[in-house]
Every structure is written in C-alpha cells, then in structure tokens.
C-alpha cells in the first residue's frame, strides 16, 4: 500500500492508496507543526494507521510538500513507517505534461499534484482552485499543459489580516452571512470576507474561461482545499469539489514515476 502526504502550511493530510485498482483504504489529517520532531510525527501517524487496522502494510509513500521546514521531519517519519525511502515530488518529477511558467521551481507541488489529479478527471481545458491558506488558481489548456497560475490571500489569511490591523474588528466564524449587505460588525466582515471570496473566484474564472476556451470548448472546472465547502456551492459556475485533490494526484505520480525506474 501506498501512504500519500499532502504537506500544506496549516494541515498536514495523509492518505492510503491500494494497488492495483488505486483505492482509498484510510484517509486522515493532522494540523501542521514545526516543532513536532520525526518521532511525533511517526507515532501520530502509526496511530491513525492502527485505528484503520494498517499497521505494517504501508510500504510505500509519497509526499508533495509547499512547507520546506515539515518536509524533513515528515520524510523521516515516512521513510521509518515503510522501511522505503519517500518519494517526493520536486522539479525532477515526470508529470506528463508541460509546465509553462518562467521558473518551474516556484511551481508548488501541491499544484503539481492537483492537474495531475484532474487531467484523469476531465478534459482539458480546465481550471483547478484550491481553497487553502492561498487561493490559487491553475490555468490548463486545451492540450492539457500548465499555463500559469493566479494566487490570492485565502479565506482565513484575508480574515487574519483584517482583525490584525484593525483595532476595532475581532475574530468571526468564517460562515456566509443570510444578508450581503450586512447591519454589525460580524456579518458585515463575513459578507465582505466570504462573499468577496466568492464574487473573486466567479471573476477570475470567467476571465480565464475568455482566455483558455474557443468558441466550442467548454472549460471544465475543479475545487479543492479546507475552504472548498464554504466557498464553491455558492459560486456561479458550476464547479465541482474533490477534496482528496492533492493526495491522489501525487499518488498517480508517484505510480506513473515508479513505472519509469
């Protein structure tokens, strides 16, 4: 079996892939810390694995990490729960398709992850959000390559730095209000935050729908992230939510990576 890690700045998620139909066997989350040494991370994850009776039968792991300072501590762990060196996703990883941008580098593998994961979901062209710490956006073409991306302060961040620098606003529950337009404080910052969120997101892609589609294409569009169900039912486009985006794409790459050895 394969564990799958998706290494993000607030929450670490894990998944549990079983050849050779490439299923699910266990999924599970753990909030992100620095200050966890490899043996924390090891034990935690030994104990989500013992409550899904899979103790002993990962033997393979692969991570895609955007948090430089977890991806040591999470490899080391990996790397004593399969006896297996993991394989991480980087610069070097063959995708199978191309990647557009001037510095392949900045390319965040969680997002490397995600087009591998919706090119064997739909057809191109499409867009994938992901509705994490950043919102981002990435534009595939009709030939199914990588032509850039928009980033945006997400849901929380965009929260986190309103009632940081101002006095007089403190923390609201990141819920839609009934009302837009609305009469305290709380509901005025939850319009404004979420339903800004949402009038952004319809914005964006339909500006890439003028730029990525012809006359006859339709653009097909996917959502993932900690955000996706507060945020896409909302939305004007139709856009469907997977939110085992991430770790199943950097299985796949892992397996389509494994084949070329």
Known sequence: MLLSIDIGNSVIKFAVYAPPAFEKAAGFRIAASSIK???EYRLLINQFLSEFHLTGQIHSSVIASVVPSL??????????????????????????????????????????A??????????????????????????????GNVVGTIIHPGLQTSLDALTG?????????????????GQNSITS???????????MIDGFIQQMREILCAE??????????GHAQTLIPYCNNKIEIDSDLTVRGAAALYYSNRKRI
Do not use: W
Request: with cysteine.
């Open 37 to 39: 040494s490899s043996d």
């Open 71 to 112: 991806t040591t501590p999470i490899y080391q762990a990996a790397m004593a729960i399969c006896q297996n060196k993991p394989f991480i996703i980087g610069t070097g990883t063959h995708t199978g398709f191309k990647i557009n941008i001037d510095i392949h580098s900045q390319l965040g593998a969680d997002i490397v």
């Open 189 to 199: 910052m939850q319009s404004g935050i979420i339903n800004g969120h949402i009038s």
């Open 216 to 225: 006859d294409e339709r653009l097909a569009l996917i959502a993932t992230g």
């Open 165 to 181: 620098s101002a006095a007089l606003l403190n923390e609201v529950p990141l819920v839609k209000p009934s009302t837009l337009i």
């Open 114 to 143: 995600n087009v591998a994961a919706a090119r064997l979901m739909c057809q191109p062209p499409f867009v994938v959000v992901d509705t994490g710490t950043a919102t981002t956006f990435t534009a595939i073409n009709s030939n």
